[in-house]
Each structure stands twice: as structure tokens, then as C-alpha cells.
């Protein structure tokens, strides 16, 4: 799977950007809020081998990687959940290597997979799963053009917790890209 926006390369994760994925990855305190954090290269082998084969499968999470489109730097990662028997909604997930954050590239790889998921793949409804705490990542919802649709109290248990959830939307017929 390849797309292409702008700046970017949205593309398939390869055993070569093992190190580069780790080494933004692994980052605990820039990633406090991501449910994976390798612990060594290994641990990025086998998130790697975990990735569906297949784009759009339901019930799967397809994992890209976001890359500078000249340069071919690794900007970060986007996975995307393919989730509900009519394979119709999909939930996105961003992680940007800090370097790169603050400079529109959340916000352009967001635009161009939704875009794509609703006029290529006829998708329904996109959504995000946000942790309340994570104030960028709500505002970034906010001006790419998803609604907040609900701040669920201790609804999810994360990391031996129960923690408030948010979640963000948009639907196809709302979508102006």
C-alpha cells in the first residue's frame, strides 16, 4: 500500500525501518500515550510481522509508515483499524517521531488517509480513540474537521487502569477534506 500527499509517503513498514521506527518508538515519555513502546529491535521484528498482509481486511490494524516524500526521513507511523462486519468504519491511530512534530505533518497524513478511505474505499464513519490528557492530539481532531462525539468516563482499561476515553468522528456525508 502507497499514498501519496503532498509532502508525503504513506507507505508499507519493511524489516529495514526496523531501527528508524525504533528509535522514534521507544521514546517513553514522547509516546506516554501510545499502548506500544518497544523495549528493543526485537520487539519491532515482531510488531512488524504482526501487521496485517492485506489492506482493509475486517477486524484488522494495518500499519504505515509516514515518510518525507524527497528525503525519504521517517516521520512517524499511522495505523489504521478496519473494524465491523460490513467493514465500513475505521478507527486511525498517529504516532510522529518528536522531531517532526508541530509542522502539519499530522495533520496532512490524516487528511490524505481519509480522504482516500472515503472516496476510494466508500468507508462510512472514521473515528479516534483519544486519551482526555492528550490536549494536541483533541485540538489536531478538532481543525483536520472530526466532532467530538463523547468523553467516556473510565471506559477503557489501559495499562492496568481504568481511564476516560474521547471520541472523535466524522462521517462521510460530512467530510470537505
Known amino acids: 500500500m502507497q499514498l501519496y500527499t503532498e509532502r508525503l509517503l504513506l507507505r508499507d513498514i ?5 531501527q528508524a521506527l ?6 517513553a515519555e514522547a ?7 518497544p523495549e528493543s529491535l526485537e520487539d519491532v521484528e515482531s510488531f512488524i510481522n504482526r501487521n496485517a498482509k492485506e489492506f482493509n481486511q475486517p477486524e484488522s490494524w494495518y500499519q504505515l509508515l509516514i515518510t518525507d516524500k524527497e528525503t525519504k526521513a521517517v516521520i512517524g507511523d ?18 510522529l517521531n518528536q522531531s517532526f512534530q508541530g509542522k502539519g505533518y499530522a495533520s496532512e497524513t490524516l487528511k490524505g488517509i481519509i480522504t482516500f478511505l472515503f472516496n476510494d474505499l ?9 486519551d482526555p490528557d492528550n490536549a494536541a492530539s483533541m485540538q ?15 471506559s477503557l482499561f ?20
Open 140 to 154: 489536531l481532531m478538532e481543525r483536520i474537521g472530526l466532532r467530538k462525539e463523547g468523553h467516556f468516563v473510565k
Open 31 to 37: 509516546n506516554k500515550f501510545q499502548s506500544w513502546i
Open 22 to 27: 525504533f528509535d522514534y518508538r521507544s521514546d
Open 14 to 18: 519493511t524489516p529495514d525501518d526496523q
Open 158 to 177: 489501559w495499562k492496568n487502569n481504568w481511564v476516560d476515553d474521547v471520541i472523535y468522528a466524522v462521517l462521510r456525508e460530512e467530510w470537505t477534506g
Open 122 to 130: 466508500h468507508k462510512h464513519r472514521i473515528m479516534a480513540s483519544i
Open 78 to 95: 499511522v495505523g489504521i483499524h478496519f473494524f465491523g462486519s460490513e467493514n465500513l468504519q475505521v478507527e486511525l491511530g498517529i504516532t
